[in-house]
């Protein structure tokens, strides 16, 4: 549980700044510079929405301390791709990439890839065998592989590299499949990214293969007792985080006349700046974070940083924001050793 | 090595071709191979991101048209285990070059990415996003990988046959092709895209507008006879690996009469070698430069290793300064097991042809290796003005409308390059001295393409 002793984080979906690299880049450093900890970026078909992955990417360079967060689905794409993808996130990103998993009943998204839909709870199991392939190539290379040794004329040691050899379990309810590694991409900075998934998959997804789960609900008043269940449910190890639709009074206008249309199926918050402080000082002191879903991007984003976030600061609701550190370190994780490390080579109280 | 520039040949007749009269730099930043020294004191880390902003902005600043990124889905291996001797492991090429997007303006950003185990929709929307993203500087250089033992890692497998690779790329390329022109206006909607094929189908709704240059610029690598004709059919650029004079020239007359018999013009497809240079002030340092870089590409371990591949066993016993191994190959059939370029030929007799021509021509092991790796072709050695003098000619005649540049030194290895030889190219008006507009489809000077048909389904190719 998360109190003011034990400040809290927020994050922020950067949904509304579509495709345009300038914009882009406004969205990011404005975020950053508001001093939110982390940016999402949101990525079920809709038109206009340029790939999640590739957008965190491009945010990496110009950002410096913020952790990058695309949503990535783990149904209709092949796990191999997404793996080493999300480990190049993590070096173009310094260490601060994550990944929200995402396994949703898409039609669409079937169709588009020419496989059958995948409903019900063959979705977990596709989303915990992708988990468990990235998870795996991430370890692939353990993080001294790369030896550069000279006199050997070896550049890597191949006792560091391993086959992971994945497959799917019995009783997939979809086409089984195999992956037989290693990753073609040294481990990533962080050596494991951060994963994160709705709270509606775990079980599904085993708790233990998540570091943090994304907790809904359908009010902003029954959140802070969902995230209590699910914090229950969880255990301690999981990173909490709450989700929030919001619009705020911007520019002369009241919220409720900005005519904002939510559909996420989140709690959505309408009000002042001031009111928002307050509900995200009381939501804190129950979620790890918060990750807040602006109506409007731009407009919302200057009413936070102008006077939400100050305000949080101030009253030590907030994590602060740690120069150069990993998406890791803000999630208060330590970075594990490879799963396939021998125990000789293992530092000693290394990792889970 | 000015031999080359001596051959009085000319490409195909003035009516059909029309030399362009300039040559276009790319950088290829191949992460994995032995063509990278990883030895020097002076070699950097081939995975951080500051290697790839270095390069990139340095190759923007000698106003490269492009900068490519290779790509391989499964390690290399050696004798059943992954190859240790080489430069290995690198990052994903769309997520580097959607990251390189936001530290460099101009320069086109090429991502290497295969047909056969990537999804026609999933990749079509991922290289439009890069598009946007970098404000119309994106393309695709289409590969096929004809090497058995990447499927192992997809969910696919390894399903397709080296001869139904090309169907299937060329199916997956036109539907890319129709994905990208689906949208109908600045605005949208965009119209649905279908196809139904032997290996995949497609129904999709596509959710982006067209770049500033209206869609990725498609480049294509891959030299057999059907390779050349997929991209003179469906490609801008030919991504080839005949870069010395003559067989550039051979190269390009092959393309123009493809690219006519596809009914396309005969400047349709342009044509960007592999190459590799060593520079120097003078001849002579070029030469010692040389010499000093195979050594630290070809290293005693690497020679021995080079010829394990082909024998299918242990010679670690043997001495890389003395002669090729007296015992024969373990296997009947050589296999492509480290991405080299040789297939199916007899074993043993490779070994005995070999054996004869080192002996011949009183080369070690080390000294025949380095001899048979085939980067010694694609190389321009020379001082900064013979080399430029060199290039000069390939513009007069058209052989290549550029080259790809692979450095062997990461990150500094293009500055050379940029600081001495471009302008030296430029005084010699070969080379351009601003880029041409904001897209790469711009600085290759490529039309606009043109819209690919509509229709509902498009006919089973596949
Ligand atoms: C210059 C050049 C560069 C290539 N680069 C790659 C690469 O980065 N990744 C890859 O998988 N294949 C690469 N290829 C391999 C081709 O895509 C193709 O699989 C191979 O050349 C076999 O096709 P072909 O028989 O038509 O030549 C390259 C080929 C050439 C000629």
């Known amino acids: ?352 | 090595m000015t031999q080359h520039t001596r051959a009085k040949s000319q490409v195909g007749t003035p009516d059909q071709f029309t030399p362009s009269g300039q040559i276009q730099f790319g950088v290829f930043f191949q992460g994995v191979n032995s063509g990278t020294i990883w030895k020097a004191p002076e070699s950097g880390s081939q995975t951080d991101f500051e290697s790839f902003r270095r390069i990139a902005q340095t190759a923007e600043r000698g106003l490269f048209a492009a900068f490519f990124l290779g790509e391989g889905l499964r390690l290399r291996e050696h004798l059943g285990r992954p190859h240790a001797l080489d430069v290995v492991g690198r990052p994903d090429a769309q997520t580097m070059l959607a990251a390189l997007a936001s530290v460099t303006q101009n320069i086109g950003l090429v991502a290497t990415q295969n047909t056969t185990y990537n999804d026609p929709a999933d990749l079509a929307h991922r290289l439009a996003s890069l598009d946007l993203v970098s404000g119309g500087r994106a393309a695709w250089n289409i590969v096929t990988t004809d090497n058995a033992w990447t499927g192992a890692n997809f969910r696919r497998g390894g399903y397709l046959d080296h001869a139904d690779r090309y169907k299937h790329a060329e199916a997956f390329v036109e539907t890319a092709k129709r994905i990208w022109d689906s949208w109908e206006t600045p605005d949208g909607p965009a119209r649905r895209v279908l196809h139904e094929g032997q290996h995949y189908t497609v129904d999709v709704t596509p959710r982006l507008p067209r770049s500033a240059q209206y869609r990725p610029v498609l480049f294509q690598a891959g030299d057999s006879p059907e390779g050349r004709s997929f991209a003179a059919r469906q490609a801008d650029v030919i991504f080839s690996a005949h870069p010395t004079f003559d067989d550039a020239v051979e190269f390009r007359k092959d393309l123009v009469e493809r690219s006519l018999a596809a009914g396309r013009g005969a400047n349709a497809v342009q044509i960007m070698p592999a190459s590799e240079f060593i520079l120097a002030p003078t001849a002579a340092e070029a030469a010692e430069k040389k010499e000093w870089v195979r050594s630290l590409q070809i290293g005693p371990q690497q020679a021995i290793a080079y010829l394990e591949q082909f024998w299918g066993r242990e010679l670690s016993a043997y001495d890389p300064d003395g002669p090729l191994p007296e015992i024969d190959p373990v296997v009947e059939e050589t296999s492509e097991t480290r991405g080299s370029g040789f297939h199916g030929a007899k074993a043993r007799q490779l070994a005995d042809q070999w054996r004869a021509e080192a002996k011949d021509k009183g080369l070690s092991i080390r000294q025949f290796v380095t001899s048979k790796t085939a980067r010694i072709d694609s190389t321009f050695t020379g001082s900064y003005t013979a080399v430029a003098d060199q290039l000069a000619e390939y513009a007069r005649v058209g052989a290549v409308d550029g080259f790809n540049i692979s450095p062997w030194l990461v990150p500094s290895g293009l500055d050379d390059i940029v600081n001495h030889l471009v302008p030296e190219l430029q005084e010699r008006g070969v080379y351009p001295t601003e880029y041409r507009g904001s897209t790469l489809r711009e600085h290759l000077g490529l039309e606009a393409p043109v819209r690919s048909a509509d229709g509902a389904v498009a006919a089973a190719r596949a």
Not at chain 1, 146 to 156: H, L, N
Not at chain 1, 249 to 257: C, K, L, P, Y
């Open chain 1, 1 to 352: 549980m998360s109190t003011f002793e034990n400040p809290g984080f927020l994050a922020i979906e950067l949904d509304g700044a579509g495709w345009d690299g300038a914009d882009l880049t406004r969205a990011v450093l404005a975020a950053e510079s508001a001093g939110f900890h982390a940016a999402t970026f949101t990525d079920a078909p809709a038109p206009g929405r340029a790939n999640a992955l590739q957008r965190a990417a491009f945010a990496g360079p110009v950002s410096r301390t913020i952790a990058l967060v695309p949503e990535v689905d783990t149904v209709y794409t092949e796990p191999f791709h997404i793996s080493t993808q999300l480990a190049s996130l993590d070096y173009v990103s310094g260490g601060r990439a994550g990944w929200i998993v995402t396994a949703a009943e898409a039609p669409g998204a079937a169709a588009a890839v020419g496989r059958s839909v995948v409903t019900g709870a063959a979705l977990g199991q596709e989303a915990a065998a992708s988990i468990e392939v990235s998870r795996r190539l991430w370890d692939s290379w353990e993080d001294d592989a790369v030896i550069r040794d000279v006199a050997t004329g070896r550049y890597i040691d191949v006792d560091k590299l391993h086959y992971v050899d994945f497959r799917t379990p019995a009783g997939f309810a979809g086409p089984g499949y195999s992956v037989k590694g290693p990753s073609i991409i040294p481990r990533p900075l962080q050596g494991q990214l951060p994963v994160l998934a709705p709270a509606s998959l775990i079980g599904g997804v085993p708790v233990e293969a998540v570091d943090a789960v994304l907790v809904s609900a359908p009010t902003p008043e029954l959140l802070a007792a969902e995230v209590r269940d699910v914090r229950a449910r969880v255990g301690a190890g999981v990173v909490v985080v709450a989700e929030l639709d919001l619009v705020l009074d911007a520019r002369g206008q009241a919220a409720a006349a900005r005519g904002a249309s939510f559909d996420g199926g989140r709690a959505a918050f309408a009000g002042s700046a001031a009111s928002l402080t307050d509900f995200l000082a009381d939501l804190l002191k129950e979620a790890d974070g918060v990750r807040l879903h602006p109506a409007s991007l731009f407009v919302d984003l200057e009413e936070l940083g102008r006077l939400v976030l100050p305000e949080l600061r101030r009253r030590r609701a907030l994590r602060p924001v740690v120069q150069d550190g990993t998406f890791r370190d803000l999630l208060g994780l330590d970075r594990p050793a490879s799963r396939y490390a021998t125990a000789a080579a293992a530092p000693a109280g290394a990792g889970k």
